[in-house]
C-alpha cells in the first residue's frame, strides 16, 4: 500500500509545472515542508514491518530527491526568465560604447561639396563602373589616347548590345559624370560630382589604384575663363583660408581647351618652401579649363549658344593638405588608430 502511494507521488512530482514563482513556492510547501506529503509519509514507515523498511526508506530517499530536484530546476527557470524581461537594474553603470568616426576623405568631400552648393552647384553622381564612350570618346580622347590602354585603366568586358561594342571599366577620372549628365539634361548646367576613381598604379605612399576626385562643370550662354578663375579662387579660399593664393599653369586636357593646372600657396609652410611642397611654394590641386565645344556636341548641346567650363580635384591631395597625412595607403587601411585622429573635425 505504501509503496504503492509512494510511486504515485513520484509520478506526479516528476510532472510538476508552475507559471509563477507563487505556484512554485505552494509546491514547494505541499510536498517538502514540515508538514507536506513526504514528511506525512515518514509517519506511515514507522508501522512499515522491518523487513521491508529497507525498499520502502530508499524509494521514500528516491521521491525525496526528484521533488526537491524538480522544484530546483523550476526556480532556476524562473530566474532565467526574470533575467531577460523587463526586470533590468537600471542603476547599474553602462558599458562604454565607442562610437565611429567619419572617414577624413569624407570630411573633405563634404567640406568641398558645401562650398560649391553655396555658390550655387547641384550634387549628383556618375557610375564607378562606366564605358569607355562616356568616359573617353564623348570627352574628346584619341583613339589612341594612352588612357585607353590596360596599363592605365582597369577593363573589365566587352559588352555588345544592338551591334555596338562597348568596353566596360573602372572610371579613370570623375570627367565621364560630365557626359552623362550633359547626355541627359538641357544647359544652363551647373554641377559637383563626387566620387572615387580608379587607375593602374602600383600601390605606394604616393599612388594608389583607387582615390577620389571631385568634378565641377558650368555650361550656360557666356560663360569665361574669368567666371572659372574667381569660382576657384573663392573655393580655394575657403579651403584653406583667406591669404591663399591660386596660379594657374597652362596644362593639356582632351576635354577642355585652353586648359590650366592650379596650384595654391603651400597650405603647409605658407609658402616659403617646405619638403611638401617640394619647396616651390605651390601644390597642385586641380584640373580645368574651358569645356571643349566637341565635348558638348557630342553630348548634345549647341556650341555655339553655349560655353562651360570644368574642373576636377583630388580630394587625397586636398586632405593631406588640410592634415598632413604622408602616406595615401593610410586611407584605405582603416587602421582605427588613424581615424580616430579626426574625431574633433566631424
Ligand atoms: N579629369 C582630369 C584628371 O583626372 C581633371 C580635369 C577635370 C581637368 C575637368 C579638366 C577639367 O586629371
Request: proline share 3%; hydrophobic share 35%; with cysteine.
Amino acid at each position: 500500500m505504501l509503496l504503492e502511494k509512494i510511486e504515485t507521488l513520484l509520478k506526479e512530482v516528476s510532472e510538476l509545472k508552475a507559471s509563477n514563482a507563487e505556484e512554485l513556492e505552494q509546491l514547494r510547501l505541499k510536498y517538502l515542508s514540515k508538514k507536506g506529503e513526504i514528511s506525512l509519509l515518514m509517519n506511515d514507515f514507522r508501522s512499515v514491518p522491518a523487513d521491508q523498511k529497507k525498499v520502502v526508506g530508499m524509494k521514500i530517499n528516491e521521491l525525496k530527491q526528484t521533488a526537491t530536484q524538480k522544484i530546483n530546476d523550476l526556480r532556476e527557470q524562473f530566474a532565467e526568465a526574470e533575467a531577460t524581461s523587463d526586470n533590468i537594474d537600471l542603476t547599474r553603470s553602462a558599458y562604454p560604447i565607442s562610437l565611429g568616426t567619419r572617414h577624413p576623405l569624407t570630411i573633405v568631400t563634404n567640406e568641398i561639396i558645401d562650398i560649391f552648393q553655396r555658390m550655387g552647384f547641384t550634387l549628383t553622381t556618375g557610375p564607378e563602373i562606366d564605358d569607355d564612350l562616356h568616359v573617353f570618346t564623348k570627352l574628346n580622347f584619341a583613339a589612341d589616347h594612352p588612357a585607353r590602354d590596360m596599363q592605365d585603366t582597369f577593363f573589365i568586358e566587352q559588352s555588345k548590345l544592338n551591334d555596338v561594342t562597348k568596353n566596360i571599366l573602372l572610371r579613370s577620372h570623375t570627367s565621364g559624370d560630365q557626359s552623362h549628365y550633359m547626355e541627359k539634361h538641357e544647359a544652363p548646367i551647373r554641377i559637383i560630382c563626387p566620387g572615387r576613381v580608379y587607375r593602374n598604379e602600383a600601390i605606394s605612399a604616393r599612388a594608389h589604384c583607387f582615390f577620389h576626385q571631385v568634378e565641377g562643370l558650368y555650361v550656360d550662354k557666356n560663360v569665361s575663363f574669368t567666371d572659372l578663375k574667381q569660382v576657384l579662387l573663392t573655393f580655394a579660399r575657403e579651403m584653406f583660408g583667406e591669404d591663399t593664393k591660386i596660379r594657374l599653369r597652362p596644362s593639356y586636357f582632351p576635354f577642355t581647351e585652353p586648359s590650366a593646372e592650379m596650384d595654391i600657396s603651400c597650405h603647409i609652410c605658407g609658402g616659403k618652401g617646405c619638403g611638401f611642397c617640394k619647396h616651390t611654394g605651390w601644390v597642385e590641386i586641380l584640373g580645368c579649363g574651358m569645356v571643349d565645344p566637341n565635348v558638348l556636341e557630342a553630348c548634345g548641346i549647341d556650341s555655339k549658344v553655349y560655353t562651360g567650363y570644368a574642373f576636377g580635384m583630388g580630394v587625397e591631395r586636398i586632405t593631406n593638405l588640410k592634415y598632413r597625412v604622408s602616406d595615401l595607403r593610410m586611407f584605405s587601411e582603416n587602421d582605427t588608430r588613424f581615424l580616430k585622429e579626426f574625431e574633433a573635425a566631424n
